[in-house]
T-cell receptor
């Protein structure tokens, strides 16, 4: 079964509103989670590394004030897209390491901004 | 900066054919390499993980090889089936618990 749960699987929102996406590790603790974004027919691009109990590390070109990441517990990281615009419409996906194992991915969230 | 390339972007084969998907990366100092499968609008499923010290990994009809010095990996699919139709992504990591750098993927279509 799934070891990383991501919700919602899809969301439609109006331009200017904020959307929160949750990523949970189901049966293990994840001190580090990763958030990726994928545009159609493009590769997954890392947005940020979410660190439990500390600030997230953002990749170059990713606006930290627009994509708020909170990793308040060892099993939950959230990504909030603030003041969403149509160009933010994309597939967002999280991942987490289970100790000394390969990376597990959530099922992804398709965001549509009208 | 690590770059991962997967060519071609799309591939169509008849059912039953054995096929090879290629992946190349620019920085050979990798920690591991993973092959993933992605179905349309879905998350990623890890297929095979090869550590930098390994040459290949096998799972069922899938076999992945790694040649670190030349910066190449291949995913071999034996006796392809329509259910194998998906996008196959290659990704490399530079360290334990480290971020992955992905290729754009190869979209495979297996015709009945």
């Amino acid at each position: 079964g799934a070891v990383v749960s991501q919700h919602p699987s899809w969301v439609i929102c109006k331009s200017g509103t904020s959307v929160k996406i949750e990523c949970r590790s189901l049966d293990f603790q994840a001190t580090t989670m990763f958030w990726y974004r994928q545009f159609p027919k493009q590769s997954l691009m890392l947005m940020a590394t979410s660190n439990e109990g500390s600030k997230a590390t953002y990749e170059q070109g990713v606006e930290k004030d627009k994509f708020l990441i909170n990793h308040a517990s060892l099993t939950l990281s959230t990504l909030t897209v603030t003041s969403a615009h149509p160009e933010d419409s994309s597939f967002y996906i999280c991942s987490a390491h289970r100790t000394n194992e390969k990376l597990f991915f959530g099922s992804g969230t398709q965001l549509f901004v009208l | 900066k690590q770059e991962v390339t997967q060519i071609p972007a799309a591939l169509s084969v008849p059912e039953g054919e054995n096929l090879v998907l290629n992946c190349s990366f620019t920085d050979s100092a990798i920690y591991n390499l993973q092959w993933f499968r992605q179905d349309p609008g879905k998350g990623l499923t890890s297929l095979l993980l090869i550590q930098s010290s390994q040459r290949e990994q096998t799972s069922g009809r899938l076999n992945a090889s790694l040649d670190k010095s030349s910066g190449r990996s291949t995913l071999y699919i034996a006796a392809s089936q329509p259910g194998d139709s998906a996008t196959y992504l290659c990704a490399v990591s530079l360290g334990a618990n480290s971020k992955l750098t992905f290729g754009k993927g190869i979209t495979l279509s297996v015709r009945p």
